[in-house]
């Protein structure tokens, strides 16, 4: 583990407890090089399935890509980051038990569809409208009547 102020090899662990989650164990490092501390988590490294792009390339799973188109679609709306995790968590989990070595994009983007649905229809339709490339205003008007009509439904 190198320093990030010197970039020395040489620390030693000062503390090590679980991480407020529970997912990965938090360790308080001191460089022996400067002397400065600083903290480094562990992590699980969980078997993925690699995702299928539409272009048929095939690109490692990351969840910085979900969290990042997330965020873009629930700016400036009353969502929480920690609402925002849960998703990308939940999405993740899903694509862990994924039945297969390879997973279609499609699927891993009308899931984040489903779960933006019933978190907030603002960040819903954002999020549709770039992952469908929505071209004018009629495909808006369509995706906001199949939201409607969806919200209907759940409230009868």
Request: aromatic residues 8%.
């Amino acid at each position: 583990m190198k320093c990030p102020f010197c970039a020395s090899g040489e620390n030693k662990v000062i503390d090590s407890r679980l991480s407020k989650d529970g997912d990965a164990i938090r360790r308080r490092r001191e460089c022996i090089s400067c002397g400065k501390r600083f903290t480094t988590y562990e992590f699980v490294e969980e078997v993925l399935p690699m995702v299928v792009k539409k272009d048929g390339r095939r690109e490692p799973f990351d969840r910085t890509k979900i969290r990042t188109g997330i965020k873009k679609a629930c700016q400036k709306r009353p969502i929480s980051i920690d609402a925002i995790e849960s998703i990308v968590e939940r999405i993740e989990q899903s694509c862990q038990e994924y039945q297969g070595k390879e997973i279609p994009a499609s699927v891993i983007g009308e899931r984040v569809m489903r779960e933006l649905q019933d978190l907030d229809g603002v960040a819903y339709v954002r999020f549709a409208s770039v992952y469908r490339e929505f071209r004018d205003v009629s495909d808006f008007m369509e995706e906001l009547k199949d939201l409607l009509s969806v919200k209907k439904d759940e409230s009868k």
